[in-house]
């Protein structure tokens, strides 16, 4: 699926598959039913790896580079966050807003020249609930299961949303409201709040 076809759909599912080794994500465009159709993304992050990197492929067969994102200083818990497309061209930036964070996840996503949003966590006690679930001991690799939402808009319109789904596997769906949103950069945004959430 090229840029242009990708940025037409306006709704997309994203799975982690979480293996011993490695976190995969897969992301779909979701059907009207909301179940998964066309693979659009796919990424693989190791265990061991550097969590402040990421490529993202068109499909699961990684021949083919969707885009990037890396950090632009490591072990940073407010780093920005480069978003590349495959030749290395800047598609947009985002980062976590640590101090606005500490009660409810904050985080910043920039498209330049059209786009600057803000998105946060839209239940107060799920964000607090969800920050004891990460204190306690042994749950590392027991996700935590209750839904959480975040809204990331422009002034008071809403651009975008990403709506974890109940259950044990992080699901999430990515709605877009802003068609001039990169897809991509959203995508991106989408896997981080699963990938980076505790940093």
Same mark, same amino acid.
């Given at each position: 699926m090229d840029d242009m076809q990708l940025q037409a759909h306006e709704r997309f599912n994203v799975r982690q598959k979480m293996t011993f080794m490695a976190n995969r994500y897969v992301v779909t465009v979701a059907r009207p039913d909301?179940?998964?159709?066309?693979?659009?993304?796919?990424?693989?992050?190791?265990?061991?790896?550097?969590?402040?990197?990421?490529?993202?492929?068109?499909?699961?067969?990684?021949?083919?580079?969707?885009?990037?994102?890396?950090?632009?200083?490591?072990?940073?818990?407010?780093?920005?966050?480069?978003?590349?497309?495959? +030749?290395?061209?800047?598609? $947009?930036?985002? #980062?976590?807003?640590?101090? =606005?964070? @500490?009660? &409810?996840?904050?985080?910043? /996503?920039?498209?330049?020249? +059209?786009?600057?949003?803000? $998105?946060?966590? #839209?239940?107060?006690?799920? =964000?607090? @609930?969800? &920050?004891?679930?990460?204190? /306690?001991?042994?749950?590392?690799?027991?996700?935590?299961?209750?839904?959480y939402h975040f809204d990331f808009t422009e002034g008071d319109k809403r651009a975008m949303s990403v709506d974890k789904k109940f259950g044990l596997r992080d699901r999430y769906v990515l709605d877009m409201a802003n068609p001039d949103l990169d897809r991509r950069l959203a995508i991106a945004q989408a896997v981080a709040l699963d990938a980076l959430q505790s940093r």
């Open positions: 909301g179940s998964e159709g066309e693979v659009v993304a796919f990424a693989q992050q190791k265990r061991t790896a550097i969590k402040e990197e990421m490529t993202v492929y068109s499909d699961e067969s990684k021949k083919s580079v969707l885009f990037t994102f890396k950090a632009r200083q490591l072990l940073d818990v407010s780093a920005v966050y480069d978003v590349r497309d495959e +030749t290395g061209n800047p598609i $947009g930036t985002f #980062r976590k807003e640590f101090a =606005a964070s @500490l009660l &409810r996840s904050t985080w910043s /996503l920039e498209q330049p020249g +059209t786009t600057q949003l803000t $998105g946060r966590e #839209r239940n107060r006690v799920v =964000a607090i @609930l969800r &920050r004891v679930w990460e204190f /306690l001991p042994l749950v590392d690799f027991i996700p935590f299961a209750w839904p």
